[in-house]
């Protein structure tokens, strides 16, 4: 039975529709942001520095630990709050997942990890030892994700100087790394910025990470 020329028409423009929507790029997931670790002990922060995304603990359910574990006695005493946990995560082609290195400070080891943005609020990461003795947790977003560094762009143009705000920034986050933070930062507090309720900020100004991405 012939189709009337109508018919025909909508037809080929719902193929048209179809065929856009297949061919339009996914948009890929931010994993920045605030996200709470599974056993609900700390916050870490995840942000992109230069290319690569890093990882810092921004809360701590009990405040004022060390580094006791790792193997470097010079870093012994170094406070958690701050320190980095995923380090230089590179993104992987065609998927919202990067790889990296992942810093465990129960045993003050660092194993191969990645990362995976699973959806918008869960973040799967998991770490292996020569690609075996795998083992991994899931995280709960907190809060953002957030803007990129201050330190991105100024990398970006190598003439450019670093503003004033960024300075502060750089300043107060070094000062306060070993301070643990107020009694009121927690699953809300740590989606804030301002110094007062948020020791850490931004974690690409961070020392240990500076000077690694720089």
């Not at 189709?3 to 028409?9: G, V, Y």
């Not at 609900?40 to 995840?46: D, H």
Request: hydrophobic share 35%.
């Amino acid at each position: 039975m012939l189709q009337s020329p109508r018919f025909t028409k909508h037809i080929l423009a719902y193929c048209g529709f179809l065929l856009a929507v297949s061919m339009t790029p996914a948009m890929a997931g931010d994993p920045t942001g605030d996200w709470r670790v599974e056993d609900g002990v700390a916050n870490i922060r995840v942000a992109a520095c230069h290319g690569s995304m890093w990882g810092a603990v921004a809360w701590e359910k009990i405040p004022g630990g060390r580094d006791k574990n790792n193997p470097d006695a010079a870093k012994q005493s170094r406070p958690t709050l701050g320190m980095p946990i995923l380090l230089n995560m590179k993104k992987k082609s065609g998927a919202d997942q990067w790889e990296g290195q992942i810093y465990n400070a129960k045993d003050g080891k660092f194993y191969d990890s990645t990362m995976t943005l699973s959806n918008p609020n869960q973040l799967e990461i998991e770490g292996c030892v020569l690609g075996i003795l795998c083992g991994g947790q899931t995280w709960t977003r907190v809060s953002g994700p957030i803007p990129s560094s201050p330190s991105n762009s100024a990398a970006a143009d190598p003439a450019a100087k670093p503003t004033p705000a960024a300075k502060g920034h750089q300043s107060s986050a070094a000062k306060n790394a070993g301070k643990a933070p107020p009694k009121t930062v927690g699953q809300k507090g740590a989606a804030k910025t301002n110094e007062a309720t948020d020791p850490v900020g931004d974690i690409c100004l961070l020392p240990d990470i500076a000077r690694t991405t720089h």
